[in-house]
């Protein structure tokens, strides 16, 4: 067997893809995977550009592969920067043998084999491919339900990377989700850049009509599914039947994220994202009123071009009245092929740091609340993962991480759990018999 290394960097999305290459790369060639990149025979760089941080880094990162990998062993760039920078990563990296764009990953087996193998055509339709199985965890299942993005918010390079939205076939869905649940994992986690938008476009005409909430519904069906997760979904696309069947199925996992990007209407509007502040405070809000429980996550990007302290102030207001139990917070990064890269307000770096710390110094001080309200709190926790300390952690249905002691025999089951020491990051608790 040929060893195989896989770095992955970037969001859910690129671990799925990881997935679906270490299957194809085990059934239709010889690789398996290895943890030791100087032992391997290929390594790959499962790549993610939505900032420009990553992409300075790769290319020293494959200057450390350079170094220390085998004689003879193969380097692979695949993922979003792979989309983009297409075959000037050749020029950049010689020692680089292939280059797999985001959408072209069926097509990994011919890239492993083929001199100097390029191919990043977004317009490709994977949407249909049936991938060899393999998955990284036996407790919880990726399945993609739709490919590409069709937003266009001018700060972002995803659709540049991943094409058109075109939605999977329902029952490709439906058997991944059923095989994944009977093989053990309880839960599915549904994948996609606008999940509820789902059903919007398929490939070929479908046999029946299926938005996000009935496809929710038809999961849940399945017997062993325990429970259902999914990630993103679009504010915009958040209507009375998406929210009502996320609070009403029980095996709907109680935690949204919401993606706000920015709290200002009109920063909104020059972001292209279609709602306004007044739209995503009353969903929130809506949500928080069907869920009392519900947990809801974001992502706030800051310095966006032409954020006045004004604008920003309103991402300030709209965390003081939703309260997110989670914020990933990002400084704007200018991306090529971008709408927003050409707009001449940029905002000063200093700026835009100072503003993110508010943000997060403010952050904090919400989850210790939220954190401290939670002692005594009895939680369902589904738990996946040993750590090295004697804990085992796992998940509330809210998406709290929530550690015991225990061992491996705790894997795979769901136990009640009386939260005895609430953290900031983490809620330590005990097993209630
Ligand atoms: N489809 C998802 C987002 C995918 S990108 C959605 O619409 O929410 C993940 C996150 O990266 C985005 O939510 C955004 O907050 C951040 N991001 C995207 N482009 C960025 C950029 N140019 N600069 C800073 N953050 C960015
Ligand atoms: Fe990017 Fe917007 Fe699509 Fe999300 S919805 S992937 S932020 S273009
Ligand atoms: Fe990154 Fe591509 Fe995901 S740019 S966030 S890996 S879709």
């Given at each position: 067997?040929?060893?195989?290394?896989?770095?992955?960097?970037?969001?859910?999305?690129?671990?799925?893809?990881?997935?679906?290459?270490?299957?194809?790369?085990?059934?239709?060639?010889?690789?398996?995977?290895?943890?030791?990149?100087?032992?391997?025979?290929?390594?790959?760089?499962?790549?993610?550009?939505?900032?420009?941080?990553?992409?300075?880094?790769?290319?020293?990162?494959?200057?450390?592969?350079?170094?220390?990998?085998?004689?003879?062993?193969?380097?692979?760039?695949?993922?979003?920067?792979?989309?983009?920078?297409?075959?000037?990563?050749?020029?950049?990296?010689?020692?680089?043998?292939?280059?797999?764009?985001?959408?072209?990953?069926?097509?990994?087996?011919?890239?492993?084999?083929?001199?100097?193998?390029?191919?990043?055509?977004?317009?490709?339709?994977?949407?249909?491919?049936?991938?060899?199985?393999?998955?990284?965890?036996?407790?919880?299942?990726?399945?993609?339900?739709?490919?590409?993005c069709?937003k266009?918010c001018t700060y972002c390079?995803?659709?540049?990377?991943?094409?058109?939205?075109?939605?999977?076939?329902?029952?490709?869905?439906?058997?991944?989700?059923?095989?994944?649940?009977?093989?053990?994992?309880?839960?599915?986690?549904?994948?996609?850049q606008n999940v509820n938008n789902?059903?919007?476009?398929?490939?070929?005409?479908?046999?029946?009509?299926?938005?996000f909430?009935?496809?929710?519904?038809?999961?849940?069906?399945?017997?062993?599914?325990?429970?259902?997760?999914f990630t993103s979904p679009h504010p915009l696309h958040m209507d009375d039947k998406f929210l009502h069947?996320f609070a009403?199925?029980?095996?709907?996992?109680k935690s949204m994220h919401m993606p706000l990007q920015s709290g200002s209407t009109h920063i909104l509007e020059e972001m292209k994202r279609g709602y306004t502040k007044e739209w995503f405070l009353n969903r929130a809000l809506k949500l928080r009123e069907l869920v009392?429980?519900v947990s809801i996550s974001t992502d706030i990007i800051v310095?966006f071009?032409g954020e006045s302290?004004e604008d920003f102030e309103h991402s300030m207001d709209v965390m003081e009245k939703v309260k997110f139990e989670q914020i990933f917070a990002f400084?704007y990064?200018?991306?090529?092929?971008?709408?927003?890269?050409?707009?001449?307000?940029?905002?000063?770096?200093?700026?835009?740091?100072?503003r993110?710390?508010?943000l997060?110094?403010r952050q904090?001080?919400i989850?210790?609340?939220?954190?401290?309200?939670?002692?005594?709190?009895?939680?369902?926790?589904?738990?996946?993962?040993?750590?090295?300390?004697?804990?085992?952690?796992?998940?509330?249905?809210?998406?709290?991480?929530?550690?015991?002691?225990?061992?491996?025999?705790?894997?795979?089951?769901?136990?009640?759990?009386?939260?005895?020491?609430?953290?900031?990051?983490?809620?330590?608790?005990?097993?209630?018999?």
């Amino acid at each position: 067997m040929k060893q195989l290394y896989i770095e992955t960097l970037g969001c859910a999305m690129n671990t799925r893809d990881t997935e679906h290459i270490i299957a194809e790369l085990s059934t239709k060639d010889n690789y398996e995977l290895c943890t030791d990149a100087s032992q391997a025979d290929l390594i790959m760089i499962n790549t993610c550009s939505v900032r420009e941080k990553p992409v300075n880094k790769l290319f020293s990162e494959i200057g450390v592969f350079n170094k220390i990998k085998k004689d003879g062993a193969k380097i692979g760039i695949c993922g979003c920067i792979a989309s983009h920078l297409g075959a000037e990563i050749f020029k950049r990296a010689p020692s680089v043998s292939f280059v797999l764009g985001a959408r072209n990953v069926s097509k990994v087996v011919k890239a492993v084999n083929t001199e100097k193998f390029v191919d990043v055509d977004i317009d490709y339709d994977e949407s249909t491919y049936a991938f060899s199985e393999f998955r990284g965890s036996a407790h919880k299942a990726f399945v993609n339900i739709s490919i590409g993005c069709d937003k266009k918010c001018t700060y972002c390079i995803v659709p540049h990377t991943r094409g058109d939205e075109i939605s999977i076939p329902v029952d490709l869905i439906i058997n991944e989700a059923r095989k994944a649940a009977q093989n053990g994992a309880k839960e599915i986690f549904l994948l996609g850049q606008n999940v509820n938008n789902y059903g919007r476009r398929f490939s070929s005409k479908p046999k029946q009509k299926v938005d996000f909430s009935d496809l929710l519904n038809m999961i849940s069906d399945i017997e062993e599914v325990e429970r259902i997760r999914f990630t993103s979904p679009h504010p915009l696309h958040m209507d009375d039947k998406f929210l009502h069947t996320f609070a009403n199925n029980p095996k709907v996992c109680k935690s949204m994220h919401m993606p706000l990007q920015s709290g200002s209407t009109h920063i909104l509007e020059e972001m292209k994202r279609g709602y306004t502040k007044e739209w995503f405070l009353n969903r929130a809000l809506k949500l928080r009123e069907l869920v009392p429980d519900v947990s809801i996550s974001t992502d706030i990007i800051v310095a966006f071009p032409g954020e006045s302290d004004e604008d920003f102030e309103h991402s300030m207001d709209v965390m003081e009245k939703v309260k997110f139990e989670q914020i990933f917070a990002f400084k704007y990064s200018a991306r090529p092929l971008t709408k927003a890269a050409e707009f001449t307000n940029q905002v000063d770096k200093e700026v835009g740091s100072a503003r993110l710390k508010r943000l997060q110094d403010r952050q904090n001080e919400i989850l210790d609340e939220i954190s401290a309200s939670r002692r005594d709190v009895v939680y369902e926790v589904y738990f996946e993962e040993l750590r090295n300390n004697g804990m085992v952690a796992g998940r509330s249905d809210n998406n709290a991480l929530v550690q015991v002691e225990g061992d491996e025999e705790l894997l795979g089951s769901i136990q009640k759990v009386k939260i005895t020491n609430p953290k900031r990051l983490s809620l330590y608790g005990e097993i209630l018999k």
